[in-house]
């Protein structure tokens, strides 16, 4: 698995949808990816230049994140899973 960068854009809603909020407070989970079930991973909050470069490119290549960006004065987080 390489890392797979996601956001909590609640569709640009004014505040953060509530899966958010319980993956920051339980980092450590399960996913499954195709044929890999529980993989384990811990979820990382991307933050400054990190977030920035990876929401311009998701803005990028996916045009309606920029709008969700556009609906709302906070900073839509941007998240990693990153293998355990």
Avoid at 2 to 23: E, M, Q, V
Avoid at 33 to 40: N, R, S, T, V
Avoid at 55 to 80: C, M, N, V
Wanted: a negative charge; aromatic letters at 10%; one cysteine or more.
């Amino acid at each position: 698995m390489t890392a797979c960068a996601f956001f909590a854009t609640k569709g640009g809603a004014s505040a953060h949808p509530d899966w958010y909020r319980n993956l920051i407070a339980n980092p450590d989970i399960t996913i499954e990816i195709g044929k890999e079930q529980d993989l384990p991973v811990h979820v990382v909050e991307l933050e400054g230049d990190e977030r920035d470069v990876v929401w311009e490119r998701h803005k990028r290549d996916w045009p309606q994140f920029a709008e969700y960006g556009s609906r709302t004065d906070r900073t839509i987080p941007a998240l990693e899973l990153r293998r355990r």
